[in-house]
């Protein structure tokens, strides 16, 4: 079996590509765009403290991966 890591594969998949991946199933696309979600969460919170007044919104990033999320949990 293949691990649904992106990383582990050596391959930089776009959430876009993660979420329109048609050899991936519906729980390794949801594992791979929480994990991406969690990566911009990360370099969010790291921008944030150098810029507190640049992020008063949710960055149109994690908007888009929490979008896909959605899609993909859609029957």
């Known amino acids: 079996m293949i691990s649904g890591s992106t990383s582990a594969m050596g ?15 519906r729980q390794e696309k949801l594992e791979q765009l929480y994990e991406l979600r969690d990566k911009a969460v990360a370099r969010q919170s790291a921008f944030a403290r150098e810029m507190p007044e640049a992020t008063q919104n949710k960055p149109d990033g994690l908007r888009m991966i929490d979008e896909l999320i959605q899609d993909v949990k859609a029957p």
């Open 11 to 25: 391959h930089h998949l776009t959430p876009e590509q993660v979420a329109r991946s048609p050899v991936l199933t």
